[in-house]
């Protein structure tokens, strides 16, 4: 069974850092994409960042790019979203995601999100 | 940046009613779009990938057709567990992009 269990959201002042984690398991961790994709309250989804399997490419959203990096460490089946230069409009649940393995860019497996604040 | 434009934005039907929701968008995507249920305080799930493909346990009631710009998601005939928010969502060209959403309601 595939599981996502996203964690590290919280309250930060704007200008603050987060680091989110989302630990998986259930799947063959490194042979899938992996994404971040948030929504803020009463909002729509937005598409945040993406990881390739192996870690080598990553795509940014232009409203994150240059204050978040996204990261994952195969060894231990995890996914990170480094935030920096956080601000109010970052708040927002942060979903981990699963792309399917020959679906890049398809969500095929959520995880439950983890709520981020940014307020002073 | 593709933008994807839904309608309605809200959708007020019966069960046992045919529900059609529309997505459109701003440059062609061939037949790179899914589409996302989301009820009430849950993640998303996917109920559509590549325009017409159910995804797995999906039931049969759920279509979706449509290339280029124009893309429909239809509900056969609505059961209670439908009533929900749906998005679209492209894969063509990064940055991906989801619709705004279209809230299904009970009427």
């Known amino acids: 069974e595939v599981q996502l269990f996203e964690s590290g959201g919280g309250l930060v002042q704007p200008g603050g850092s987060l680091r989110l984690s989302c630990a998986a398991s259930g799947f063959t961790f490194g042979s899938f994409a992996l994404n971040w994709v948030r929504q803020a309250p009463g909002k729509g989804l937005e598409w945040v960042s993406t990881?390739?399997?192996?870690?080598?490419?990553?795509y940014y959203a232009d409203s994150v790019k240059g204050r978040f990096t996204i990261s994952r460490d195969n060894s231990k089946n995890t996914l990170f979203l480094q935030m920096n230069s956080l601000r109010a409009e970052d708040s927002a649940v942060y979903y981990c995601?699963?792309?399917?393995?020959?679906?890049?860019?398809?969500?095929?497996?959520w995880g439950q999100g983890t709520t981020v604040t940014v307020s002073s | 940046e593709i933008v994807l434009t839904q309608s309605p934005a809200t959708l007020s039907l019966s069960p046992g009613e045919r529900a059609t929701l529309s997505c459109g968008a701003s440059q062609s995507i061939s037949n790179f779009l899914a589409w996302y249920q989301q009820e009430p305080g849950q993640a998303p799930t996917l109920v559509i990938y590549d325009a017409s493909n159910r995804a797995t346990g999906i039931p049969a009631r759920f279509s979706g057709s449509g290339s280029g710009t124009d893309f429909t998601l239809t509900i056969s005939s609505l059961e209670p567990e439908d009533f929900a928010v749906y998005y679209c969502q492209q894969r063509s060209t990064w940055p991906y992009t989801f619709g705004q959403g279209t809230k299904l309601e009970i009427k």
């Open positions: 995601a699963k792309s399917g393995v020959t679906l890049f860019g398809v969500i095929t497996f």
């Open positions: 990881i390739s399997g192996s870690g080598g490419s990553t």
